[in-house]
């Protein structure tokens, strides 16, 4: 006590060696004394971000970017009693083998009673959703940084609602709220404000700046037109820019395919927010250069063996 009475930026450093544990910090900072939980109160909501960094850092990149992070303890409570949901991307959809190197849409929230994620694909068809043990969340990840605000921020029209895969969200909603024992009004607005931004995932990729030849990429790509995007791994053979400065053609190759496969070479038309017919059917959006360290992620996922498809 006489340390934390003297040397009360002491307490913020004990706060980041016990930040893996709420558990730790709550015994320390909040049962021991008053007087103690008084001396820490300015490291506390600091402290609270960490911990909520560490444990779910899709949804802790989605809060920040929109500005969102006011009390994050109580972000910590309403995220782990799975009152707060959010738009991410999700790697290797169902882990089945036709989402492969893919990262597609969904609406998540935390289970606690699963210690996992429990995923709601955004589709034009009823999909049932998809639990991701806390193990996987290397599986996550909020919009690329570089797009963030070009597509979150887009003056698009909203998202179609009226489909299979929305009104098995609704239901599954309905029947949770009835459960739920409380429900503050602070997650109301996060999620009314979640909703308000149901648009993105449709949202074209406008730009052709970045792309190297030989570098990897993400393209966007859906079946259906009434589907989102997602965004699918690969490497730019060839681009041609257009006469017009601001089309371009691009020959992108995705190296999870066997050479032989009709999947392992594409070549689209992108650059503007029109939403073209593919070559292999489906319909493409835009195109951006990944990052290294979004390479490192997308690698985790790489099959061992090339798809014979």
């Not at 998540?108 to 049932?128: F, K, N, Q």
């Not at 053609?249 to 689209?268: D, E, G, M, N």
Request: net charge neutral; with cysteine; glycine share 6%.
């Amino acid at each position: 006590m006489t340390i934390a009475e003297c040397l009360p930026p002491l307490l913020a450093l004990i706060g980041g060696f016990l930040s893996e544990s709420p558990r730790d910090v709550v015994f320390l900072f909040y049962m021991t004394s008053r007087c103690l939980a008084r001396q820490a109160s300015f490291a506390m909501n600091t402290m609270w971000q960490d911990m909520y960094a560490k444990r779910w850092t899709a949804f802790f990149e989605a809060l920040k970017f929109q500005q969102r992070g006011d009390n994050w303890l109580e972000l910590y409570k309403d995220t782990l009693c799975g009152h707060c949901e959010f738009i991410v991307e999700v790697f290797d959809r169902q882990k089945k083998e036709g989402f492969a190197m893919s990262a597609m849409p969904a609406r998540l929230h935390y289970d606690s009673v699963e210690d996992g994620y429990v995923a709601w694909y955004i589709s034009a068809s009823e999909v049932p959703p998809e639990l991701i043990p806390a193990a996987e969340a290397h599986r996550l990840r909020f919009c690329p940084a570089s797009v963030r605000d070009p597509l979150w921020r887009s003056d698009a029209p909203p998202a179609v609602c009226d489909l299979p895969c929305e009104r098995l969200w609704d239901s599954f909603k309905g029947r949770a709220r009835c459960c739920m024992r409380r429900r503050t009004s602070s997650t109301d607005s996060t999620n009314s404000r979640e909703s308000s931004q149901g648009a993105y995932p449709y949202c074209v990729l406008e730009g052709t700046k970045g792309l190297k030849i030989g570098g990897a990429v993400e393209l966007q790509w859906k079946m259906q037109d009434q589907s989102p995007f997602g965004w699918w791994y690969g490497q730019l053979e060839e681009l041609q820019h257009h006469s017009d400065g601001k089309l371009a053609t691009a020959t992108v190759v995705f190296p999870h395919f066997a050479a032989t496969s009709q999947w392992y070479r594409l070549a689209v038309a992108f650059g503007d927010n029109e939403v073209r017919d593919c070559a292999l059917g489906g319909k493409s959006g835009g195109l951006r250069p990944v990052r290294d360290g979004e390479k490192v992620q997308w690698m985790q996922h790489f099959p061992t063996n090339p798809i014979q498809v």
